[in-house]
């Protein structure tokens, strides 16, 4: 596959790996190598800047998931509505969804304007049951922030938590390295304001 050698001559890109795991210049050597090679391959080999919108359905972009504005940072927001998803999720769809996303929104986007661009995620846990808590596309989520973006995950706002969250959430945090569980916080919707300013928020969290 061919490489994206573009990464490996950004000095800001590479700073990134190596904060993510904490200065361990052989991790993250590997890391990155691991990441190239994943980038190359992704769709098919033709890589993941050949993914395109028209791959994944609108309801991806539009209700359960979306990227809305900028928080008070000038970090891109990404809402997640949970109880709006449901299983089976079709995979491949997903990942396009998640890797266009992540291409456009903040890769680009550092490469042109801000380095150190990062997202902060609201995850709306409002009216949510078991068939909501998908834990199949949470380690795959999780690795692709992890492991792909690295430090392009700057906060993640957890509002609206029930308890059937609460009974999950030891499961869930291991799937999460430790720098990325501390970057999470939980709140209330009124905590949105803290972040991002009235007239930025998604008009269906007002």
């Known amino acids: 596959p061919k490489f994206d050698m573009d ?11 190596i904060i993510a795991r904490k200065g361990d210049l052989k991790v993250a050597h590997d890391m990155m190598f691991k990441t190239l090679r994943w980038r190359a391959e992704f769709n098919g080999g033709r890589g993941v800047r050949s993914v395109e919108k028209e791959s994944f359905s609108r309801d991806l972009c539009t209700g359960q998931r979306r990227f809305y504005g900028h928080d008070k940072k000038g970090r891109p927001v990404v809402y997640v509505k949970v109880k709006l998803h449901t299983q089976p999720l079709d995979m491949q769809e997903f990942s396009n969804f998640m890797v266009w996303s992540m291409e456009h929104y ?13 997202a902060l995620v609201v995850i709306d846990l409002e009216g949510i049951g078991w068939a909501n808590l998908d834990l199949k596309t949470l380690p795959y989520m999780a690795d692709v ?3 792909m973006y690295p430090e392009c995950f700057g906060t993640g706002l957890v509002i609206n938590a029930p308890w059937i969250f609460w009974a999950s959430w ?3 945090k291991t ?5 990325m569980a501390a ?24």
């Open 145 to 147: 922030f992890q492991n």
């Open 170 to 172: 030891s499961l869930i």
């Open 175 to 179: 799937f999460l390295d430790p720098n």
């Open 183 to 206: 970057k999470i916080t939980f709140g209330s919707l009124e905590d949105l304001s803290k972040y991002v300013d009235e007239k930025e928020i998604l008009p269906y969290e007002k």
């Open 106 to 118: 903040i890769v680009i986007p550092q490469q042109q304007k801000n380095p150190k661009i990062q």
């Open 7 to 17: 990464l490996l001559a950004d000095d800001r890109a590479v700073e990134r790996f």
